[in-house]
Every structure is written in C-alpha cells, then in structure tokens.
C-alpha cells in the first residue's frame, strides 16, 4: 500500500513506536492487508517530513513484532498480526541484526545443504566407533584430509608435523602457554583479534602491540621491541586480518620474517581467513616454517560449528610438548566433527563452501559499497566485516549505542586495541546467519548515521 501514510499526531510515543504501533492498528482495522507493500523508507520519511532513521527503526521494529517482512529488492511486505503463543523466531533466522561477530555467511542453496547432510549421514554410519576415545592429534585418514586442505596454501608438512585439533582457541592457549611464561612479553598488531587478548590475559602474558600501516607490521618498530623487550613470540592475523580486514603482502611477510630470524622469535599464525582468497600471498609458514606455528582454523572457511583446526609445528620435536599440552587440556579433537570434516575434504564439499563463502562475501561486499558514504569504511572484497573509521564528531560508544538502540550489534574498536590511543571507529561483520535483505537494511541505517551528526539522530527518534 505506496499511499500508507501513519498519523504520528495520534501517539506521544517516540516516533519510531508510533509508527510500528500504527502499522499494527491498522492491520486490525482492515486498513491493511496482509501482502500489502508499505511505502519505502524514505518516501515515507519525507511524506511524514521526518528522519529517515526514525522510520528505519519504525519498521526494524514492526519486524521485530512480526508484522512485516523485508524482501532484498522489493521492498517490506505486511505479514499479517503474530498469532497469540507463537513460537519465537529461530535463532537462524533474528529479527534484529546481530552485525558483531565475524562468520562467513551461511549457506542457504538446497543442493549444498543437502549435500553437506549426506557426507553427515555418511559419517553416521561408522557412529560408534568415532563415539570411542583416539588418539590425540588425528587419525591417519584426518591428517591425509589435513595435508590435502593445507596443500592449498602451498604447505607440504610432514604428517608428524600436523596436527587436528578442537579449534583455534585451544591451539593458541598450548602454543602460548608452551613459548610463554608468566610475565613474558608476547607481541601482536596494535590492532589485532580479541581472541589473543583474552588468552594472553589468562596466561599471564604481557602482550604488546606493534605499530602498523597498510600493509601489516612495521618491520622497523618489530626489531626496536625484539631489543629491548626479548618477546617470546609474534602473534599475526595476517591475511584478512580481523578487524582492519587488511592482508600482509608478499614482501612484508618475508621481512617479518627475515627479523623473526635475527632476533631468534617464534611466529604463531593464525591464518583463519587464509582459505578465503583464491590466490593469497604464501603464509609465513612457507616462509619461515622453522620458526612459525601455523594454525588453519576452519570456522571461517567452512563452519564455526565443527570446532577443528588444523596445526602446523615447526619440526618434529616441537610436537612432543604440543601434544602433551592439548591432551591434558582437551584430550582430544571430537572424532566426529573430525571426520566429517574430513568427509567433505575428500568429497568436494568443503571446497564448494569454500566458493560459496566467497561468492556471498563478494556480494555483500558490493552492496557495501553501493550503499555507504564514499571512503568511510576499510574493508576487502574478501571480509567478513567492515572497519569503519567514525567521521567527528561522532564517538565509538555513541555509535555503538545509536546502533544497539535499533537491534544492530556492532563492536567498538576498543575490543581490538593493544595499548596506546583507542581511535574512533568500529567493526561491523556482514556474514553469520543475517539474510542479504537484513544487511542491506542495517547498511541504510549505518549510512544514513555517517551522514548525520549524534544531535541530529537522537533529536528525531
């Protein structure tokens, strides 16, 4: 119904609430009918002679109450007043937008999913056995998947050197705690994945942040704090690195290395988006194998949900320590995330994902960029999110409650900082179960929060 128009007079409550209250009002009154389109946003915004933002959050909120639907390139669509006792939305399927945590986007085409369940059924088949306690690191056939996955980010390791383990997590807490002791200084980006933080926290490790430009690290301010700080280890995100999305290149990577190799400090990568280009440079394991810890985490690359990743130790002997420290931790990998990890290597799944995640990511991406201001945001057309450097006079905490107020998680660049100044800016992720018609929803309303001052979008909700 393009003709919709509310009378906001009608309600003293915040313009927003009226709106969806009047959507619901008129549902009852006949005034509108289920399939009905309503009026896009800013054509009601300036029929009412009202912000854009409080017409957004209008409709965000009759989602939210299960009154209309948005359709990506149609528009929003009156589904009618919720049944009493519904059953609540799926967790699959929000009615606000959780843009806070950095997963791929997931799959929704009927022949992959399908074909995903029957390597699950495939894999039932041998159930019991893989409910039975293994030996930890792997059997032979998940190190083969390993070595196969691995091969295509050109490493060759021996099997002895590989190791399946119950996700990132657990593999940075053995290898931080094995090169590290309480008080040991452990060095990262200025700006790096909150992960580390947390874990070197629960070790007890000083964890300092590099200086950094486009292209990674500065090589220059890495040897400075190799003499005067004799850190333990380098810990890098190097590709796609989470959050400023940027990718180290070729070269840095190699002189990274090259003062690693002077100064005699072991590199832990955590190469959890490392799959996701289809040509990336080499990772530092390739480089330097004898000095980095390589993890190939697969949550971003194929699933958060299977909890397994993939480690490389830099010889032989370093296994022994890394294996007893997992076992006392963790035991051992679930057998059956494992093999049905292994499963879809071997049969092509994974690597269907893998175009899928990419295809989807790029798609997103796009509408990025069609849709917010002009050079306001740092991102690849690879990442899962977006680093959005906040214009003046607008703070991270002000922006991050003007977008929580409307049910769109984002997170402030606090999360991510390692000491020093904590600029004005934050995270905002654009894979995870949020359907392509929900981001473009959230991105209007992000634009449109660029384009403004805090005054002006408080004043109108």
């Known amino acids: 119904m393009a003709d919709w128009t509310p009378d906001l007079s009608r309600s003293d409550k915040p313009r927003y609430l009226a709106i969806a209250d009047l959507i619901a009002e008129d549902i009852r009154a006949g005034r509108l009918a289920i399939g009905d389109r309503l009026p896009p946003q800013r054509k009601l915004a300036a029929r009412l002679d009202i912000d854009f933002t409080t017409v957004a959050r209008g409709y965000v909120e009759a989602q939210k109450r299960g009154l209309v639907e948005s359709r990506v390139g149609q528009g929003t669509f009156v589904t009618g007043l919720p049944r009493p006792k519904a059953r609540p939305a799926s967790p699959s399927r929000p009615s606000s937008v959780d843009l806070s945590m950095n997963l791929p986007p997931e799959p929704d085409d009927p022949a992959l999913i399908a074909r995903m369940q029957e390597g699950l059924a495939e894999v039932g088949r041998d159930l019991v056995a893989l409910l039975r306690y293994q030996g930890f690191g792997g059997t032979r056939a998940d190190k083969d998947a390993a070595s196969a996955w691995l091969g295509r980010r050109a490493l060759v390791p021996s099997q002895e050197r590989i190791f399946v383990t119950p996700g990132a997590h657990p593999a940075l807490l053995g290898i931080l705690g094995l090169l590290a002791k309480p008080g040991d200084t452990v060095l990262c980006e200025a700006v790096t994945y909150p992960g580390v933080r947390a874990i070197a926290a629960q070790l007890g490790l000083r964890l300092v ?96 949900g299977l909890r397994t990743a993939y480690v490389v130790v830099p010889d032989t002997r370093a296994g022994y320590p890394f294996a007893a420290a997992l076992r006392t931790a963790n035991v051992m990998s679930s057998p059956l995330t494992a093999a049905l990890a292994t499963r879809w290597i071997e049969d092509g799944t994974a690597d269907t994902l893998l175009r899928f995640i990419r295809a989807e990511t790029q798609a997103r991406q796009t509408l990025a960029g069609d849709i917010l201001p002009a050079g306001s945001f740092r991102a690849d057309p690879l990442s899962f999110n977006l680093w959005i450097e906040l214009p003046a006079p607008w703070t991270r905490s002000a922006f991050v409650g003007h977008m929580r107020a409307t049910g769109i998680g984002v997170v402030a660049s606090d999360a991510f900082t390692v000491g020093g100044t904590v600029s004005e800016a934050v995270r905002v992720c654009l894979g995870g179960p949020a359907s392509r018609a929900q981001i473009r929803s959230a991105l209007d309303f992000i634009a449109h929060a660029l384009e403004e001052s805090p005054e002006v979008v408080s004043a109108v909700m």
């Open 209 to 304: 942040g590099l200086a950094m430009d486009r292209d990674g690290i500065d090589p220059d301010a890495f040897a400075d704090a190799c003499r005067e700080l004799a850190p333990k280890a380098l810990y890098l995100n190097p590709t796609l690195q989470n959050p400023t999305t940027l990718t180290i290149p070729e070269g840095r990577r190699t002189a990274i290395a090259q003062v690693a190799r002077r100064f005699g400090v072991p590199i832990v990568e955590d190469d959890a988006y490392g799959f996701i280009p289809a040509h990336g440079p080499p990772p530092l394991a390739a480089i330097a194998p004898d000095l980095t810890w390589h993890i190939a985490g697969l949550a971003k690359c194929i699933g958060a």
